[in-house]
């Protein structure tokens, strides 16, 4: 009884979700993106650069991701599956290129092209990484946070991750430009909330009840920006200066109230476009660039509408 | 004697439930049927470099949900076996590559300390009284701590030692089977799942984990030291899962101090898969490691298969439901 | 008059068992109907039937000439069926007035509960009854004999025309056995049909007007309850006479005094205990429920610790902690409630046997020899006549009696030589209980030390070579076995309340 229902549910789920895997033909370009998380709106932002590109180029892609970017295991075995399925070539964000170094020059051998996106992968195997400068976007961060305080004060940082390289870029990016270009501003203390809105909320909370005096806080992802927000809520602090990371409904409308600066937003569309695009390249045999710029903006209540900024922002 | 004789007559399908036989012929069969089904639908899903993948994911779930069913069969339960990994993991970083030590000297590091936090929580449990949730709860996160304490917050990689990552990804099959290169990772999940097999069906130590569990009263009122054989098996179960650090860190070529969080529900859900009762005194090894390979087939296959993130997530959590209420349904029909 | 139940030809199969043969069963208003029978005849198969826990495969039920089939517990409850099942079904953290009323507790409106209609209907019950209990009392803290009462009010809620009572007077004492006849007798008054389901022939005769006996999932007979003897009830319920020797006190003279408790005190519930046993001697001990004999018991065996006291054992002093301590002075003490401290259910005989001795078992690594466990095992199978399909049968599958034969089994193994029997014949049968006697002679022949607590004078009586009499946590005398004490004496001491316990002497 459990065995025939058992097959029954695992397939009816599968064929209803994925009708295009009974048609793959050996002659699709089937190109899997295997990225560093899923849930977020960042990552499907990514995921829906990287369709509209297949769809532009008449190619089938997957996009998967752990659950939370501590699993680096569980996306070595998603990488594993990936290469089971005969790739034309691959999208891979690693969450530890160390980690997946075996599987990536399996793919090598195999002549699988890998692009790495995001954060990318610390080898020479990829032939090409799409991603953004956070080192550059923090720093440009911490230039607004000095330009709306006024040059000198405290100010803080909410980062979202402690081991990995956006985290730690973001955090170093912010400390650094203000250490060499701000004298008269110091950083008094960075705290992690791992990118969980009620993490970051309560660290928020702490950061401000230790440091009453505060004249600014930049939070490094979208779910720490809006933990800030939330925290300086909930205690009603007044003529804080919050800068943000990324989009997201709640963060454009905390931009748009006002109760947020501005935020430094990537182009998670143009991430997925862009790795799709030079995989399909890769594919054909073209020359694609080693290191594909992303790029990344400042955006604040002037021009959160603008068309260009609009069009990289997510909801 | 001959009533003896009547009574056997009388419940002919006793024998069979009760010696288990039922249900791992069950979850095999649910198995063969999830390979076979996958197989059917997709032809790149039955090639020896996938099944490779899937054993080598099974492993280090699978070592954790060994260890998670000795605690399960006392009626206990130990949420820690993730971060108690990750945390043998990084003790296995900071001997072999902070101190330089020597392989083998680390990986006993590891499972000694996995073993010694084991014996904390089975302190907790044992002499403190605190109930087995709440105390691994506590040790869960105390363990994911220090992690990060011990670790400075960043990964340590095994660059420096030699033959480390040897330890999961190399094959010794695969040497003498140069058609099989089945991962040493894969080898010492089996190892250990035949030893604890060992272990609970044919040591003392193994009966007592099943008496606890069926009933600790009566065993502590058998003139038996329940407090000192339940330490014991929380020190076992938290030494296994010091093998499973090695093997994670080994696979990964470091110890991810940040890993750890969740890995607990997915070992106790293998073991859930595999027949063993949440309530204690009843479970194999063998169950659990068909369970862990369930999982591992299932979400292997259905990345395959290219089916949606959202509804792999669907499919497992209702794999899990059925897969207990099968078990329930069978025990009500055998009463 | 007409009859309340009539059941027919019922027939019911579990699989691979033919548990009820063409069985019938009927039930008149005001009437007591006794029904009987060995574990596993089938008893409580057939009420279950009636209170709609199993569904009948053949045969008619009719309620007051209505033919019905009550497919769920709920469905009989509205036909005015109600049962008070023998393990009890409380919620332990509820109070016991929301414990009666579970399911349908009077409600105000927008669905807020009536706490104050529900303690007030509580106690109306509890005053119909003469139970003197505040229906605020949270369930779990009640003795099982308070518990019982709570279940019977419980039942009478219901307004039930047919109250169905499995074996209602296990865990009472006679006091409270008296208190709950004066109830059915009442509720008989009323025109109520009681099904009765109990081993005590002596409350038969007391209470039941019919008998009917069944054996082996079939109907034997049914008689009238005044002018049946017990031999013939107990014949045809085991289907062969079952003869009851006289007891022999034997002549111990200077045998060795294997135990020796002096000052034994804990807590309020055991003050100043002194007695001694020696070997080769049965001593019982009686009293009402709460006297203290199982605390006593418990205490001596290390299960809670003392507060001060002096055990000797085979004239040597000995620290006793934990059950550990115990064991190793060759003390064993088998529980009156064998499912929750005696044996591992989900276990098989074999381990149950070998759980207080796996050391004998195991090498030096900790590796068991089955083997060896099980040649010891069906060793002690044969010696104690345990009836079993084989060693490896988990023990929840056997009767009580052969239950309590596995434990026994377990502290013979341990080579413990002073055995405390707490209730040895709780739940077992008719049949087996003469057999569980036999053994425990024969274990005192052989030289054991045997201390039976017992609930059932006639047991007491039967088994004693002296009895040991406790009141209040006091021992308020030690009598002689044999026919020269009569069950007026022990009831004497079992009623001596120390002038200072009176005042405090509650509950």
């Given at each position: 009884m459990f065995s025939r229902r058992f097959i029954l549910g695992a397939l009816s789920a599968a064929t209803l979700a994925a009708p295009a895997s009974m048609a793959s033909a050996a002659d699709e370009v089937y190109i899997p993106l295997v990225s560093k998380g899923f849930q977020h709106q960042f990552w499907q932002a990514v995921k829906s650069g990287a369709q509209q590109a297949a769809d532009e180029y008449g190619v089938r892609i997957t996009f998967e991701g752990p659950d939370n970017e501590t699993m680096v295991d569980r996306q070595i075995d998603m990488l594993a599956a990936a290469l089971a399925n005969n790739p034309k070539a691959i999208g891979f964000a690693a969450l530890d290129s160390q980690a997946a170094i075996p599987l990536l020059k399996q793919a090598n051998d195999a002549g699988i092209p890998i692009i790495a996106f995001d954060s990318g992968v610390d080898s020479d195997i990829p032939v090409s990484t799409a991603t953004t400068d956070n080192l550059a976007a923090a720093g440009l961060a911490a230039d607004k946070m000095a330009e709306k305080i006024g040059g000198k004060g405290k100010v803080a940082v909410v980062a979202h991750d402690q081991t990995s390289r956006t985290g730690i870029d973001r955090r170093d990016g912010f400390v650094n430009r203000m250490a060499e270009k701000y004298p008269d501003i110091e950083v008094v203390t960075v705290q992690y909330g791992q990118g969980d809105h009620l993490k970051s909320t309560e660290v928020t909370k702490a950061i401000l009840t230790a440091n009453p005096d505060l004249n600014g806080i930049f939070g490094t992802n979208e779910g720490s920006a809006i933990g800030v927000v939330n925290g300086v809520q909930e205690l009603g602090t007044e003529g804080l200066v919050i800068i943000g990371y990324d989009s997201g409904k709640a963060q454009k409308d905390a931009i748009k109230s006002g109760l947020m600066a501005g935020a430094i937003t990537q182009n998670p569309v143009g991430i997925g476009y862009e790795t799709v695009k030079a995989a399909i390249s890769a594919v054909n045999g073209e020359d694609v660039p080693a290191l594909i710029d992303t790029g990344f903006y400042y955006y604040d209540a002037s021009n959160i509408d603008d068309p260009k900024i609009a069009a990289v922002l997510y909801d | 004697m001959t009533t003896a004789t009547d009574i056997e007559k009388k419940k002919p399908l006793a024998g069979l439930a009760d010696s288990g036989a039922y249900q791992k012929l069950l979850a095999f069969a649910s198995l063969i049927a999830l390979l076979i089904g996958f197989s059917v639908v997709s032809p790149n899903f039955m090639q020896t470099s996938n099944m490779i993948a899937i054993l080598q994911a099974t492993s280090v779930n699978g070592v954790l949900a060994v260890a998670a069913t000795l605690v399960i069969i006392t009626g206990g339960i130990d949420l820690s076996v993730g971060t108690l990994m990750t945390f043998c993991a990084v003790i296995a970083g900071v001997v072999l590559t902070y101190l330089g030590m020597p392989l083998l000297l680390g990986v006993t590091a590891a499972i000694a300390a996995g073993a010694l936090c084991g014996l904390c929580s089975g302190t907790f449990v044992a002499k403190m009284k605190i109930p087995p949730f709440i105390a691994t709860l506590g040790m869960m996160l105390i363990l994911k701590g220090l992690s990060l304490v011990i670790s400075g917050t960043r990964p340590i990689y095994f660059n420096d030692t030699p033959g480390f990552d040897q330890i999961s990804r190399g094959s010794l099959i695969g040497e003498v089977f140069p058609a099989l290169p089945i991962p040493n990772g894969v080898l010492i999940l089996f190892l250990v799942a035949m030893a604890a097999s060992y272990i609970l069906g044919r040591t003392v130590l193994g009966r007592y984990t099943f008496a606890l569990g069926s009933n600790e009263e009566a065993v502590r009122l058998s003139g038996v030291n329940t407090d000192i054989w339940k330490m014991r098996i929380y020190a076992l179960a938290g030494g296994i899962c010091g093998i499973g650090g090695i093997l994670i860190a080994s696979r990964l070529n470091s110890a991810q101090p940040a890993l750890g969080l969740g890995y607990e529900l997915e070992a106790i859900a293998a073991v859930v898969i595999g027949g063993t009762s949440l309530s204690g005194g009843r479970g194999t090894i063998l169950g659990t490691l068909i369970g862990a390979l369930i999982m591992a087939v299932l979400t292997n296959g259905l990345r395959v298969l290219s089916v949606a993130q959202e509804w792999q997530t669907v499919v497992t959590g209702a794999i899990i439901i059925l897969a207990v209420y099968a078990d329930m349904a069978r025990r009500k029909k055998a009463g | 008059m007409s009859k309340l139940v009539d059941m027919t030809g019922i027939e019911k199969y579990f699989p691979g068992v033919h548990a009820l043969k063409a069985v019938q069963f009927d039930l008149v208003p005001g009437e007591v109907h006794a029904l009987m029978g060995e574990n596993g005849a089938g008893k409580s198969t057939l009420m279950k039937i009636l209170s709609g826990i199993y569904q009948r495969d053949g045969g008619t039920l009719k309620i007051e000439g209505q033919e019905v089939s009550p497919t769920t517990p709920r469905e009989a409850q509205n036909l005015g069926i109600g049962i008070i099942h023998q393990e009890l079904s409380l919620m332990?953290?509820?109070t016991v007035a929301q414990n009666i009323f579970i399911g349908r507790e009077p409600r105000k409106r927008f669905g807020r509960l009536d706490e104050a209609a529900l303690n007030a209907q509580t106690a109306e019950i509890f005053t119909s009854m003469n139970l003197n209990l505040d229906p605020k009392t949270l369930a779990g803290s009640l003795t099982i004999a308070k518990q019982q009462m709570v279940e019977i009010a419980k039942a009478l809620s219901h307004r039930s025309k047919v109250l169905v009572m499995d074996e209602p007077t296990a865990a009472l004492n006679d006091a409270e056995i008296a208190e709950l006849f004066v109830i059915i007798r009442r509720l008989k008054s009323e025109g109520v049909g009681i099904v009765y389901i109990s081993h005590k022939m002596d409350e038969l005769k007391q209470i039941a007007d019919r008998v009917t006996v069944m054996r082996d999932g079939e109907y034997v007979g049914t008689v009238n309850a005044a002018d049946s003897p017990v031999s013939k009830i107990i014949a045809m319920m085991v289907g062969r006479e079952v003869k009851e020797e006289p007891l022999q006190v034997p002549d111990l003279g200077a045998a060795e005094v294997a135990l020796q408790v002096s000052g034994l005190t804990r807590n309020k519930e055991i003050h100043d205990v002194s007695f001694s046993v020696q070997k080769g001697e049965i001593l019982g001990f009686a009293g009402?429920?709460?006297?203290g004999r199982t605390e006593v018991a418990r205490a001596i065996f290390g299960a809670d610790p003392k507060d001060s006291g002096n055990i000797r054992v085979h004239g040597k002093t000995v620290s006793i902690r934990s059950p550990k301590d115990a064991v190793k002075a060759g003390i064993g003490y088998l529980s009156e409630d064998r499912k929750h401290f005696g044996l591992a259910t989900g276990m098989n005989v074999r381990d149950n046997i070998a759980l207080a001795s796996m050391d004998l078992f195991a090498s030096k690594g900790g590796v068991l020899s089955d083997g060896e466990m099980a040649s010891t095992a069906q060793q002690y199978i044969q010696q104690l006549g345990i009836r079993t399909p084989s060693d490896r049968q988990e023990v929840r599958l056997l009767s009580g009696g052969n239950q309590q034969k596995v434990v026994i089994a377990k502290w013979l193994l341990r080579d413990c030589d002073i055995l405390i029997f707490d209730e040895p014949t709780r739940g077992i049968d008719v049949g087996a209980k003469s057999e569980i006697y036999k053994l425990l002679e024969d274990l005192a022949e052989q030289g054991k030390t045997i201390i039976v607590i017992s609930s059932e004078l006639p047991e007491i009586m039967r088994l004693s070579h002296r009895i040991a009499v406790m009141c209040e946590g006091r021992l308020t005398g030690i009598l002689p076995g044999g026919k020269d004490t009569t069950q007026e004496d022990i009831m004497h001491l079992a009623t001596q309340r120390a002038a200072a316990m009176q005042v405090t002497g509650t509950v």
């Open positions: - | - | 332990n953290d509820l009402l429920m709460g006297a």
